[in-house]
């Protein structure tokens, strides 16, 4: 089984960490990953995404122009990537960034509305995991164990007390989500 996934959004909201996280979760159940991030000079506040691929076979080619789920964090993401989701395939957006919501009748379009859970319940920091634990709930690529493995593996060791928090956030996001 092979996921090609994209998620994009702005500098600074755990976007390329989200990818980096579902990669290396992907290592740990010894699959063959890629993870190639694009983002412009700003950084912070410019777009930024990142492809993610996750398969039991050797990937031929990290470069994609078409994707099996597309998550979408703001509005010009949207623009950019909602016709490059595969027929069939699932399109996730946060309903905090998103003013005019996605149109396309051939693809399975879920919200999860990550930024304003994240908000309510005081865990700004950890709105990308709600949004990785709403894909998770709909396309289990990799396992929750391996996430938290994962995030043991990639957020520096002063911030290892956070790693319960973030399981948390996750499971807050398969609860969340839902088809638009």
């Known amino acids: 089984m092979k996921h090609e996934i994209i998620i994009a959004g702005f500098g600074g909201q755990g976007v390329l960490s ?7 979760s992907g290592l740990m159940e010894n699959k063959e990953v890629t993870w ?16 993610v691929i996750v398969s039991d076979e050797r990937i031929s080619s990290p470069i994609l122009s078409k994707y099996d789920c597309a998550i979408i964090l703001n509005q010009p993401s949207l623009a950019k990537f909602e016709s490059k989701v595969k027929p069939g395939g699932i399109l996730i957006y946060d309903g905090y960034g998103i003013i005019n919501p996605p ?4 693809i399975k379009v879920y919200r999860i509305d990550a930024m ?7 865990m700004a920091k950890t709105f990308n995991m709600i949004v990785l634990g709403g894909l998770l709930k709909l396309m ?6 391996s996430v938290v493995k994962a995030l043991r ?8 007390h956070l790693i319960p928090m973030n399981e948390e956030a996750i499971r ?7 088809e638009a």
């Open 103 to 106: 149109t396309r009748k051939d």
């Open 172 to 178: 807050i996001g398969m609860e969340i989500i839902k």
């Open 116 to 122: 304003d859970e994240a908000n309510e319940r005081n």
């Open 18 to 24: 989200m990818g980096k996280i579902l990669a290396y």
């Open 153 to 160: 593996k990639t957020l520096p060791e002063r911030h290892h």
């Open 36 to 51: 190639m991030p694009a983002y412009g000079p700003e950084q912070r506040g410019g777009t930024a995404n990142v492809t």
């Open 140 to 145: 289990p690529v990799v396992s929750i164990d």
